[in-house]
């Protein structure tokens, strides 16, 4: 049934195809409570494509799995909150395991739903301020199924204010404050921002690229859009790319005891590879 108050036309069955089609293509699992949301979101895209019923976008994804527009329509859907040093526990635990990393050894962590950047940035930060330089070196992995948030990871541009819990000193050591035109903004300083290697991946893909393996892995807050059987599958790939006893961090509301033992609880919301 078309709805009223809509300049589009968005019918129950078109909510059904949006909810079929992000959960074959991301693995995010929309309940039924997300019809709203999948309008809100999706509608600008349905303008620019000069179309005015839902049916006729859809169609045309449907036709082409490999229409650019299929990325669009993921990016639209995407939730990507985040922040610099959310939960901040984690990255205590992250600062510990690193000291007593091996010299000589690389140390790599990735950020596998990165968003905008600030996790690994908080991440690259905590490792440049633990170990003196030459001691024992890092490198992060960046990736997320978004590719609009990929860009603003990769330019480390960012308004002020998303620093503005960050102490003065980690502010100086690395951020350079914009002038002119970049007034209000702050860049990350290079040094840091070369740590880390930015790429798409989507966790739900039926097969992730070469990424090697991994001594600590933030997977925070992305969970919680997968279902049971998504989730297991991503653990259990993950679990493969992790060194014995590398961390795994999730976020505060994603429990996965009951879904996995590939992996024993450390801390809050802090999992170590099991075995
Ligand atoms: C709420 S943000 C979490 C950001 C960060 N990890 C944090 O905790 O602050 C969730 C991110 O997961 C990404 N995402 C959703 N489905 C994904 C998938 N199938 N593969 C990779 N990333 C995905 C979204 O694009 C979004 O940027």
């Known amino acids: 049934m078309p709805i009223d108050d809509r300049d589009l036309t968005f019918t129950a069955a078109d909510f059904r195809r949006v909810r079929d089609m992000v959960y074959r293509h991301a693995g995010i699992a929309l309940s039924d409570a997300k019809s709203d949301m999948a309008y809100a979101r999706l509608a600008r895209r349905v303008r620019a494509m000069g179309e005015k019923r839902f049916s006729v976008y859809l169609d045309v994804l449907s036709a082409d799995p490999a229409h650019p527009e299929w990325q669009a329509f993921v990016n639209a859907l995407t939730t990507n909150l985040t922040a610099f040093f959310r939960e901040p526990h984690h990255f205590e635990m992250l600062a510990q395991h690193y000291r007593m990393h091996a010299d000589g050894q690389i140390y790599r962590v990735w950020s596998a739903a990165a968003s905008t950047g600030e996790e690994a940035y908080s991440a690259a930060m905590?490792?440049?301020?633990?170990?003196?330089?030459?001691?024992?070196?890092?490198?992060?992995?960046?990736?997320?199924?978004?590719?609009?948030?990929?860009?603003?990871?990769?330019?480390?541009?960012?308004?002020?204010?998303?620093?503005?819990?960050?102490?003065?000193?980690?502010?100086?050591?690395?951020?350079?404050?914009?002038?002119?035109?970049?007034?209000?903004?702050?860049?990350?300083?290079?040094?840091?921002?070369?740590?880390?290697?930015?790429?798409?991946?989507?966790?739900?893909?039926?097969?992730?690229?070469?990424?090697?393996?991994?001594?600590?892995?933030?997977?925070?807050?992305?969970?919680?859009?997968?279902?049971?059987?998504?989730?297991?599958?991503?653990?259990?790939?993950?679990?493969?790319?992790?060194?014995?006893?590398?961390?795994?961090?999730l976020g505060h509301s994603e429990n996965i005891q009951l879904i996995t033992d590939a992996f024993t609880p450390c801390g809050r919301t802090a999992y170590r590879k099991a075995g």
């Open 126 to 249: 905590t490792l440049a301020e633990t170990r003196s330089a030459g001691w024992c070196r890092f490198e992060l992995l960046a990736t997320d199924i978004d590719t609009n948030v990929l860009k603003t990871a990769a330019a480390g541009v960012y308004h002020e204010e998303r620093i503005a819990l960050l102490n003065e000193r980690q502010i100086k050591a690395h951020f350079l404050r914009g002038k002119g035109g970049n007034e209000g903004k702050v860049r990350i300083k290079p040094e840091l921002s070369s740590a880390i290697r930015f790429g798409q991946l989507n966790l739900a893909a039926e097969r992730w690229p070469d990424i090697g393996v991994f001594d600590a892995v933030f997977c925070r807050n992305v969970m919680i859009y997968f279902d049971g059987q998504t989730q297991r599958a991503i653990l259990q790939r993950l679990a493969e790319h992790m060194q014995p006893h590398a961390l795994l961090f």
